[in-house]
């Protein structure tokens, strides 16, 4: 059984920094895809960025520029550094875990964790 764990969550001013950290249990860390969504509320939940197990990187548009993935396999452990906070980034970020194209596999999910911008 794997499970994710998020922190670092919080409320921050406009133009202000966040880094969350998701740490997994389980062995599967490093060979799996690590994602952040958000899901603000009335809102579906849309994919962030993406880190492959060779860290290999991706970004949603709305990110690109401002937030960093990142992740330590020592440390079975995904970061994503914010900067540049808006107040359109308010949402519960949530972190996702998935076996890599051609591996068979679960997908695990983290419980969440609240980012709020606000002034």
């Known amino acids: 059984q794997v499970q994710l764990v998020e922190s670092g969550g919080g409320l921050v001013q406009p133009g202000g920094s966040l880094r969350l950290s998701c740490t997994a249990s389980g062995s599967i860390f490093s060979i799996y895809v690590m994602d952040w969504y958000r899901q603000a509320p009335g809102k579906q939940r849309e994919l962030v960025a993406t880190?492959?197990?060779?860290?290999?990187?991706n970004y949603a548009d709305s990110v690109k520029g401002r937030f960093t993935i990142s992740r330590d396999n020592a440390k079975n452990t995904v970061y994503l550094q914010m900067n540049s906070l808006k107040p359109e980034d308010t949402a519960v970020y949530y972190c996702?875990?998935?076996?890599?194209?051609?591996?068979?596999?679960?997908?695990?999910w983290g419980q969440g964790t609240q980012v709020t911008v606000s002034s």
């Open positions: 996702n875990a998935h076996p890599p194209v051609g591996v068979w596999g679960y997908d695990y």
């Open positions: 880190i492959t197990s060779g860290g290999s990187t």
